[in-house]
């Protein structure tokens, strides 16, 4: 019973370096999310994907890009990392059939960015 | 837009007291509320959630929560802490409206006391 899984769990990277941090659903969820968590700040939505093919920009965007691969997998991807963006990085899914669903989330991604 | 405000990043009660989480929502539209708790180094769970149908809500471990229209308010209790339930709760709102956003608040850290 997977759920939903993330990877990697931890990493380190250097200022000006990318990475993508993968999220796969197993549950045939509709919508999926990434959310970062940050001390005293809570969760953040970063993006969002309401069904396949779409994506939307949530609270905190900047200096990511999503993508939709295919209704299991919805990637966050870091273009050139910056110290701020040292964080805990959450994916979600939810159902989404017009009543309210729970939302499922990952363990998280660790993300230290020196 | 849709926001909700945890009053107490922290909370600190003696075993066997009530506990008593504060969340306040804003919301246009007909609000559904939910109560996340995350043990450390874990993804979020779902305690509740208010789905319209009853204004208290009974979930997981004993916690219940009170939709209260007129005060804005689903406040989070439980009537007799463990010292088990040590951990971050935070609030969130998604709205009737279609746009599948969860919005969370800050999160309040609970601590029990022997």
């Known amino acids: 019973n997977a759920g939903v899984t993330q990877t990697p769990k931890f990493q380190v990277l250097k200022t000006g370096q990318s990475m993508t941090l993968q999220c796969a659903q197993d549950?045939?969820?509709?919508?999926m999310y990434w959310y970062r968590q940050d001390p005293g700040m809570g969760l953040r939505l970063i993006y969002y994907?309401?069904?396949?093919?779409?994506?939307d920009k949530g609270e905190v965007p900047n200096g990511y890009n999503v993508s939709r691969l295919n209704k299991r997998e919805f990637s966050l991807r870091l273009e050139s990392a910056a110290p701020s963006q040292t964080s805990v990085y959450f994916c979600a899914s939810t159902l989404r059939t017009g009543v309210v669903n729970t939302i499922y989330f990952g363990e998280g991604s660790w993300l230290t960015v020196v | 837009a849709q926001s909700v405000t945890q009053l107490g990043s922290h909370v600190s009660v003696s075993e066997g007291a009530l506990v008593l989480l504060r969340c306040n929502y804003s919301?246009?539209?007909?609000?559904?509320l939910f109560w996340y708790v995350q043990y450390p180094n874990q993804g979020l769970q779902l305690l509740l959630k208010?789905?319209?149908?009853?204004?208290l809500v009974k979930g997981i471990n004993g916690f219940e929560a009170e939709f209260k229209k007129s005060e804005t308010s689903f406040h989070l209790t439980k009537p007799s802490a463990h010292m088990s339930d040590a951990a971050e709760y935070f609030c969130?709102?998604?709205?009737?409206?279609?746009?599948?956003?969860?919005?969370f608040g800050t999160g309040t850290r609970l601590k029990v006391l022997a």
């Open positions: 549950m045939n969820h509709n919508s």
């Open positions: 969130a709102v998604s709205d009737s409206s279609g746009t599948y956003k969860y919005i």
């Open positions: 919301s246009s539209v007909p609000p559904y």
């Open positions: 208010y789905t319209s149908a009853a204004t």
């Open positions: 994907s309401a069904s396949e093919g779409t994506t």
